[in-house]
Every structure is written in structure tokens, then in C-alpha cells.
């Protein structure tokens, strides 16, 4: 990609992500009320402007599993499910492509000759990319840091994005059951129900197997 050409996407992007910030008031629709009725006053078009409003989240700090939360209030555990993950792998796609095409070459240079565990996790990626991907994404799930990082390494995109689509399955299903849950819960005694406790206890122990059985993975040579 010519200078010129990564320069003008650079621009396009850092302006519309500042208007966005400027004109867009997320905090208010990181609620059950904002989001509603935002997505009420849309009609029809109420679930796109759902996914849109997930989808600007990966350009602003803020936890991404709140809107998966959200949209299973508002849609329901199946729908609120089917919407969530495709502005999931949107979001993440479009913040992959910005850096892949406009700092890719820049970071490779800045970073691979200095840190030898970063040389080591980009060779990873770009022979074992979906592997990685989606371990990553079990363990840091919709971080948009991590897409940026990714951008920047050597992991092919289609790898990128199917490893993301796997690494985030279990998160969201988890997201959508919880949020189902609590949703119908009647009482706080029912929180404290089996059928909500007994999930949490098993994403903790997941997530713990997944940090142990991580760190043991990435800290392997890559085959080539």
C-alpha cells in the first residue's frame, strides 16, 4: 500500500472515530433503557442499529460483553445471540483491517527486532494463527486492544477471523445464558439459584484451565 493511500485511511479513520466520540453518546446507550429505546424509535431497523452501536464500541474503552449483555435482554437469548456475535466479528474484522493496512509495516519494524516473546507469538501466528487466535480470544475475548495487536502481526486474516469466530463462541453462549438468566430471575434468592451459580463457577474453572493450558501453548517454539 502506497504512502499516500495508508496516510488518507489513517485520516479517515482518526476523523470518524473522533466525530463518532464527539456526536455519540455511548453512556447512554449502555443501559437497558438507552438501548431499547434507541432501538424502538428505529422500528424494523432497530436490530442494525443494535449491531452498529456494538460495532463503534471497539473504537471507544468499554466492555464489549455489556452490549452482548444488552442484546439478549432486548432480543432474547437467540436473536440477542445471532446479532451480538456478527457485530462482534464485524467490530473485530474492521479494527484487524485498519491497522493490518495502515501500520502493519511500521509496527513490524518497531517491534520484531526488539522483543524477542513478540517475534515469538508473531511466527506463532502466521503458522499457527487459528490455534492462537482463538486461545487469545478465550482468554482476552473482545478486547479491542487485541484486535489492534493482531493487526499488526503476520497472522493471515482469514485465520484471524476464524480463529476469532471459535475463540469467541464460548464466551458469548456463556454471556447470552447469564444475561437469559438474570433476565428471568424474580428475586435475588434466584441469583443465587444453581442454574446461574453453577455457570459462573464453571467459567472461572474454564477460564483458569484456559490461562494454565495458554501460557504452556504459546510458550512452545511454533512448528513450522
Given at each position: 500500500m502506497s504512502r499516500p493511500l495508508r496516510a488518507a485511511l489513517i485520516a479517515v479513520a482518526v476523523a470518524v472515530l473522533a466525530v463518532t466520540v464527539r456526536h455519540v453518546d455511548f453512556g447512554a446507550y449502555a443501559s437497558v433503557a438507552g438501548m431499547r429505546a434507541l432501538v424502538e424509535a428505529w422500528g424494523p431497523f432497530g436490530p442494525l442499529v443494535f449491531i452498529g452501536v456494538f460495532v463503534a464500541g471497539f473504537f471507544i474503552p468499554g466492555p464489549e460483553i455489556l452490549f452482548a449483555a444488552l442484546g439478549?435482554?432486548?432480543?432474547?437469548?437467540?436473536?440477542g445471540f445471532v446479532y451480538a456475535f456478527l457485530a462482534a466479528m464485524i467490530g473485530t474484522t474492521v479494527t484487524f483491517a485498519i491497522v493490518r493496512y495502515t501500520a502493519q509495516d511500521y509496527m513490524q519494524k518497531a517491534m520484531r527486532d526488539r522483543f524477542a516473546s513478540l517475534r515469538a507469538l508473531d511466527d506463532r501466528l502466521e503458522h499457527q494463527g487459528v490455534r492462537t487466535v482463538a486461545l487469545?480470544?478465550?482468554?482476552?475475548?473482545?478486547?479491542?486492544?487485541l484486535n489492534w495487536a493482531l493487526g499488526a502481526s503476520r497472522v493471515p486474516m482469514w485465520r484471524y477471523m476464524l480463529g476469532t469466530a471459535l475463540g469467541i463462541l464460548p464466551g458469548l453462549t456463556m454471556t447470552s445464558y447469564l444475561a437469559d438468566m438474570i433476565t428471568e430471575a424474580g428475586s435475588t434468592a434466584d441469583l443465587l439459584s444453581p442454574g446461574i451459580l453453577l455457570p459462573v463457577l464453571g467459567v472461572v474453572v474454564f477460564v483458569g484451565a484456559g490461562v494454565v493450558f495458554g501460557r504452556r501453548f504459546l510458550g512452545r517454539s511454533p512448528a513450522k
Open positions: 439478549v435482554v432486548l432480543f432474547g437469548p437467540v436473536a487469545l480470544r478465550l482468554l482476552l475475548f473482545l478486547s479491542p486492544p
